[in-house]
């Protein structure tokens, strides 16, 4: 199955990393992922509160380039959102567009000035969601060179994967990503927060309420004994990782703790080079954890 | 050409009467309007308006016109005919007139109260009553069929609500069987250990009323057996039961529990069934020592000898009344009887379908049923409450409307559950002297003492939270909450969100339909509502009665009740039926098909569509007998006979195209 | 105002006539009115004890005397009261359809529908749906339509002697 | 101490048409069944900071408490995690609730004063609006610049490690066929002005 790819403004920016990832990742498993071309804003949060229905003509657009340049399997084009945010927003406007005959009408119309039109043929798709049920995790596990024994994960889904649109796990205690994780040799820690919020732009718009949130969060995860978190949003990573400074004067008891994106994790379980996967753009490295960790696994083996 | 030249006798007089029913329907159609209408129709003598037609004025009103005027046709327009037909056709009775010249329409049900604009729902009002004009002149004289009723009843669940029923009827004298699912009667409330609002104890209440059943000499018990095929109608249904083996003789058995000692497991260690899970069995066992009947039976999931082939058998030797039988088939009972009392219960709503309150996942999340068995003094624990690791909780959160008022599982209130989150509150604060933390959406103690009790709670010093608990979790912020069960609910009254820490949590799951409710209401004809409770056939005048006649309902599987609901229901539903039978026959409706005889041609078209094979064929003849007494009355040989002369008393061809030109003829 | 518009007149008001079966949906049909679930006044409902009853002549009668839509409603299949009866009606049903068809009218002029009696929405539903799907297309033109009821006497059929001895003893 | 401040609420200060207004704005008619349980509320992660919790806010939008909604610091707050959407027993789209209450407090211009977050939603509009896409960094540096400036010191050093690694471009993003997307965005903006 080919898969068209939806980046988002932030896999062009902060989450430069997770695009690298995701993309070295599929290349590995010899899986065509072929960028939309000319796609815009997903129209998300912040657009949606000034005009609801200019963001479902945002995505709408989106979903129309799809339709027209991506070859349709089983019934539908499949587009990979891997933004937790842009995932929602598409999926949301494509529910409202198939609920809401009025609505559809006007962004038709609107389309058509544009040169584009929809005719509900895509299938937005979560890279986890493609990863463990197309692609499948023995295959998964065919490609793993390293696993990463005794590294303890928190698995953080963070809300909009799962909520509201719970398409392909639980909306409450998904687990999804913690198979995938005992898939790559690691071991998943049981934390009651794998889906509580992390404040979404709130960091920085408030950051007072948005650190305290991403720090009730970090620690939890240190308490039950993880070593990183692992995501699967540009917005999720960037909050828990870039303010744990800033969050440590606040809260002392902090250590740090590295965040990763879960396709990085993978990439490491393949054994792809850290460059492809974008380790160098962590700001809390994991080397020197991995470091220890094949050091460990050596005396295990001696 | 006048109506009488063709109609000797001066042909149909008709009077039509047109219903208020107060505003329900004046207040949307002009009644006034409709009787001046119908005054205009061919044969109609009478036209008259009245507030309530079926009251006493009313029904005088109608009688005195059929004698003064010489009616020989009525028509009634106002509510459903499921509703009021019996009692207009009486009132033609009652004037020397056959009851079956008589058509109502349905202005109310389907005209005043389904239709917006008050113009059209006068029209439409017109239109029904000419359709029953044109259809009431072809009304002929009928007579209602008489069928003898067997005097015997049939009650499913052997709960408190079938005990009650049971007892009433034996108590009149007349022969019941009742049948249970499981190996003993007493259903949910033997469960118990206390009973709200008076906190007497259930077993008290309840076992006398359950060895009263086994001793009753009108009572045939049926444990451990179910109803697997039901055929037949009201007064003489056929009934199969089938017996299950419980691998003891029941006759013999005098419930020593010998056998149980002997049993070569030592110490019982399969979960058991009867204490949710919480207690202990042995493969061959007792579901509690007040079972009725007191006869042991043996599990062939956990017995070594059905699973292996190879055991001692010690249970064998230990029976000195050689009871056990290891060859024991199961056993079909075939029986006939008149009517039918269903009291089959609820199940609870499993609380793993919530999984933000973590039942399943951590352990000291318990039901509301687990923390009945738990305060029981009969229960695993001696009735001490205590948690899972033995240890005594000193703070309990009590979680109410779970499964219940909730769009995404059952939008209605279960109605027992804050009275027993009192209950079991209380009993808690009394084993264990903690902190007991109700949550409650809205505090629903309507019934005789409940408020009384509320308030005792609150004197009790019982924290009560209003607010419904969004999550149960062992996240711990504060240090306090170290090792707790946290539940994050906001304080609705004072407007913040509180994190409370308590050692125990319990569910107040709500009452559910059973699960094979859906195949049950197939087995026997009836309907459910639409969440799947059994659907009574009037919610106000006739709430034990179902829409098949002969079958009642008691108790919570027509809805949540409580025990004192459930009883009384269980009376109303015994007197009915006593009523039916008590009478020794049923008229049955006259709307059987019959044939023409000069008209079949023999093709034998409506021989093998009739269902009740109440057609067979007379091969001197050569034509289709229809024999009355099987007929039913569905119609379907009428609607297939090529040569019509297949016919349907009540549902004449001739009145039912009349009836369609009227409703066409006139919009 | 009794009368009904003439074709091609904007306010079509279409005429049903829906035949129930009593046992589920005319008991449904009740329900709706209990919960006072207003719905087109355009249904004319006729009850039947089983939709099994249903004459395919009825049908085509409605249709000659006018009806721009016939509705069928009875018990779910294996509900029915009757064992089988709704199975029968299933049959003609399918059978009416291919009739109409040849006979040159819109199949979806007729409408089965099985309706069980606790879904009192659902017959609100179906009268909206159904009255908006006649609505859609248009007057059925066959026979001239009657208007204001004149009941021709003479044209009454014979009714059977029991009917005239009707009067009182 | 704090003014004293009259708590009473004459019918006249009540909007009543409010409920039906955002009723139509959300598309949730469900909110008029709301039974008040507070679900919403605790299983908000953000509730503890907002002024009145989000039952609270159900319950004044459906008696017209107009103004102190609009007002109300909860509406910004809301991070959209849809947490309460998914357990609201009555299944009150309350996320949609929210989010039309922000378009509304926009529509209405009544929101603190150089608060970030509608602050940040316009810039994000804006630029959406005119280049199709969003460059992190400038629209976070203007968000900065207009609304806490004195933090930008405190921020810097993130700024340059973000830089460093190559996690913050400067090259604006956008599409190319910027006009077609303006033409299809003034269709619907029109619409939205008629709505």
Redesign the interface.
């Known amino acids: 199955m080919s898969y068209l790819y939806f980046p988002g403004c932030s896999l062009k920016g902060t989450g430069r990393a997770y695009e690298e990832s995701l993309l070295a990742v599929f290349r590995a498993l010899g899986i065509p992922l072929t960028e939309l071309a000319d796609w815009n804003c997903c129209g998300a949060t912040a657009y949606m509160s000034i005009d609801e229905h200019q963001a479902f003509a945002l995505a709408a657009r989106n979903l129309a380039l799809a339709e027209s340049q991506g070859s349709p399997a089983d019934g539908a084009v499949q587009l990979i959102a891997p933004c937790s945010a842009c995932y929602l927003v598409l999926l949301k406007a494509q529910q409202c567009l198939a609920a809401d005959i009025a609505l559809c009408q006007e962004i038709t119309i609107a389309l058509k000035e544009g040169g584009h039109c929809y005719r509900g043929r895509v299938r937005i798709r979560h890279p986890l969601d493609v990863l463990v049920h197309d692609v499948g995790l023995s295959e998964i596990a065919r490609h793993v060179r390293q696993p990463l024994r005794g590294l303890k994960i928190a698995c953080y889904y963070g809300c909009q994967i799962v909520r509201p649109f719970a398409l392909f796990d639980r909306p409450h205690d998904p687990s999804t990503m913690d198979d995938l994780v005992r898939i790559l040799g690691a071991e998943p820690v049981s934390w009651p927060l794998k889906t509580h919020c992390c404040g979404g732009s709130l960091t920085g718009t408030i950051p007072e309420v948005g650190w305290r949130l991403n720090y009730l969060l970090l620690r939890e995860a240190q308490r039950r004994g993880a070593h990183l978190i692992v995501t699967v949003c540009p917005l999720c990573q960037f909050n828990l990782e870039a303010y744990q400074d800033q969050i440590r004067q606040r809260y002392p008891d902090l250590a740090p703790m590295p965040v990763l994106y879960f396709t990085q994790l993978i990439g490491m379980a393949m054994g792809l080079p850290p460059r492809e996967l974008g380790l160098q753009r962590l700001l809390i490295p994991v080397d020197g954890l991995m470091a220890a960790l094949s050091k460990e696994g050596a005396h295990a083996r001696a | 050409?006048?109506?009488h030249e063709?109609?000797?006798?001066?042909?149909?007089?008709i009077g039509v009467y047109v219903c208020h029913c107060g505003l329900n329907i004046a207040g949307k159609v002009d009644v006034h309007e409709v009787v001046e209408f119908a005054k205009t129709?061919?044969f109609v003598v009478v036209a008259r308006e009245y507030k309530f037609m079926c009251s006493d004025p009313g029904q005088e009103m109608i009688r005195e016109d059929i004698r003064e005027h010489?009616l020989?046709?009525v028509i009634v327009a106002s509510c459903?005919?499921?509703l009021h037909e019996a009692t207009f056709r009486r009132v033609l009775e009652q004037a020397?007139?056959?009851p079956f010249?008589f058509q109502m329409v349905?202005i109310?049900?389907?005209?005043s109260?389904?239709?917006?604009?008050p113009?059209?729902?006068t029209?439409?009002a017109?239109?029904?009553v000419?359709?029953a004009i044109?259809r009431v002149?072809?009304?002929?004289?009928l007579q209602r069929r008489r069928v003898p009723v067997k005097d015997r009843v049939l009650i499913v669940g052997g709960g408190i609500a079938g005990i009650h029923a049971a007892l009433t009827l034996a108590d009149a004298g007349k022969h019941v069987y009742l049948v249970e699912r499981e190996p003993t009667i007493g259903g949910h409330m033997a469960m118990f250990d206390k009973t709200f609002p008076t906190l007497d104890c259930a077993a008290c209440i309840l076992t006398p009323k359950m060895s009263a059943v086994a001793a009753h000499p009108n009572i045939t018990l049926w444990t451990y057996s179910e109803v697997i095929q039901v055929e037949g109608f009201v007064g003489n249904f056929r009934v199969r039961v089938r017996r299950k083996p419980r691998y003891v003789i029941e006759e013999l058995c005098v419930g020593c529990l010998q056998c149980i000692d002997a049993c070569v497991y030592k110490d019982a260690r399969f979960p058991d069934e009867f204490n949710l899970g919480l207690g202990k069995r042995k493969p061959i066992y007792i579901p509690f020592p007040q079972a009725t009947p007191r006869v042991v039976l043996i599990d062939p999931e956990t017995c070594i000898w059905f699973k292996t082939g190879k055991c001692k058998r010690t249970c064998l030797e230990a029976c000195e009344r050689k009871a056990i039988d290891f060859e024991q088939q199961e056993r079909i009972e075939e029986i006939e009887v008149g009517a039918i009392i269903l009291a089959t219960g609820f199940k609870t709503f499993d609380a793993r379908r919530i999984?933000?309150y973590g039942y399943g996942?951590y352990p000291n999340v318990y039901t509301a049923l687990e923390v009945e068995r738990l305060v029981n003094a009969a229960g695993p624990t001696g009735g001490e409450v205590r948690l899972r690791d033995g240890r005594v909780p000193k703070r309990v959160g009590i979680i109410h409307?779970v499964g219940s008022?909730?769009?995404?599982f059952n939008r209605y209130c279960s109605r027992v559950c804050c009275m027993y989150s009192l209950k079991l509150a209380h009993l808690i604060k009394e084993r264990t002297g903690a902190e007991v933390y109700n949550f409650y959406?809205?505090m629903r103690t309507p019934g005789k003492g409940y408020e009384e009790f509320y308030d005792r709670l609150l004197q009790e010093g019982v924290h009560f939270i209003?607010?419904?608990?969004?999550?149960v979790?062992?996240?711990a912020?504060t240090p306090e909450e170290e090792g707790k069960l946290i539940i994050?609910?906001?304080?609705?009254l004072i407007?913040?969100?509180r994190r409370i820490p308590v050692d125990m949590v319990v569910l107040a799951v709500g009452l559910e339909p059973q699960p094979d409710a859906e195949e049950v209401r197939?087995m026997f004809?009836i309907?459910?509502?639409?969440e799947g409770f059994f659907?009574e056939r009037h919610?106000k005048l006739a709430p034990v009665s179902t829409?098949?006649d002969g079958i009642f309902l008691a108790g919570a599987c027509q809805g949540p009740k409580d025990i004192p609901d459930s009883v009384a229901q269980a009376g109303a539903a015994a007197a009915e039926a006593l009523a039916l039978i008590d009478k020794g026959y049923v008229e049955l409706e006259p709307?059987t098909a019959y044939i023409v005889e000069e008209l079949c041609s023999g093709c034998k078209t409506c021989i093998s569509?009739c269902?009740y094979n109440a057609i067979s064929f007379d091969e001197v003849r050569a034509i289709a007998v229809i024999n009355e007494a099987l007929c039913?009355?569905?119609?379907?040989c009428?609607?297939?006979c090529p040569s019509g002369a297949a016919r349907?008393h009540l549902?004449e061809?001739?009145q039912?195209?009349q009836?369609?030109?009227?409703?066409?003829?006139?919009? | 105002m009794s009368e009904r518009p003439v074709e091609g007149e904007r306010s079509f008001e279409p005429r049903i006539v829906a035949f129930f079966c009593n046992w589920c949906t005319y008991t449904a049909a009740d329900l709706a009115g209990t919960a006072r679930m207003t719905y087109a006044p355009n249904i004319r409902i006729i009850r039947l004890m089983c939709s099994g009853r249903l004459d395919p002549q009825f049908v085509l009668a409605a249709f000659r005397h006018g009806a721009d839509g016939v509705l069928i409603g009875g018990c779910h299949p294996g509900d029915c009261h009757y064992q089988e009866g709704n199975y029968k009606a299933l049959r003609r049903y399918l059978l009416l359809k291919r009739l109409l068809r040849e006979m040159g009218i819109e199949e979806e002029r007729l409408r089965l529908e099985w309706i069980s009696a606790s879904e009192g929405d659902r017959v609100q539903k179906v009268a909206n749906e159904f009255t908006e799907t006649i609505r859609r297309l248009g007057p059925l033109r066959l026979a001239p339509r009657p208007g204001v009821i004149r009941l021709p006497v003479a044209a009454l059929p014979e009714p059977s002697p029991a009917a005239r001895e009707g009067a009182l003893p | 101490m704090a003014a004293i401040e009259r708590r009473i609420r004459y019918e006249s200060e009540l909007d009543p048409s409010f409920a039906r207004e955002i009723i139509a704005f959300s598309g949730s008619p469900s909110l008029m069944g709301c039974i008040q349980c507070g679900t919403c509320s605790s299983a908000c992660p953000l509730s503890l900071y907002m002024d009145y919790t989000p039952r609270r806010i159900i319950a004044m939008v459906r008696e017209g408490f107009k103004q102190e909604v609009l007002r109300s610091r909860t509406i910004w707050l809301c991070a959209s995690c849809y947490a309460c959407t998914v357990e609201c027993p009555k299944q009150i789209r309350i996320t949609d609730v929210m989010y039309a209450l922000k378009r509304y407090a926009i529509r209405e211009g009544v929101h603190p004063p150089r608060f970030p977050i509608p602050v940040l939603a316009r810039l994000f509009y804006n630029t959406v609006r005119r280049r199709g896409r969003l460059t992190e960094s400038w629209t976070v540096l203007r968000l900065y610049l207009q609304t806490m400036p004195l933090r930008i010191p405190g921020m810097s050093s993130l700024g340059w490690k973000l830089l460093r690694r190559g996690r913050l471009p400067l090259r604006p993003e956008g599409i190319r066929d910027r006009q077609g997307l303006q033409r299809v965005l003034r269709v619907v903006e029109r619409q939205e002005v008629t709505a």
């Open positions: 050409m006048r109506a063709i109609y000797p006798n001066g042909g149909p007089r129709l061919p010489r020989n046709r459903s005919p499921l020397g007139q056959n010249f349905n109310r049900e389907h005209v109260w389904v239709t917006e604009d113009r059209e729902a029209e439409k017109k239109a029904l000419a359709a044109r002149i072809f009304h002929e004289p999984p933000e996942k409307c008022r909730d769009e995404r959406i809205d209003r607010g419904r608990v969004a999550e979790t062992d996240w912020i994050r609910v906001e304080d609705t407007g913040v969100v197939r004809n309907s459910c509502s639409k659907l919610p829409f098949t709307n569509l269902p039913k009355g569905c119609g379907t009428v609607a297939a349907q549902f061809d001739a039912i195209f009836e369609i030109e009227g409703v066409l003829a006139y919009v």
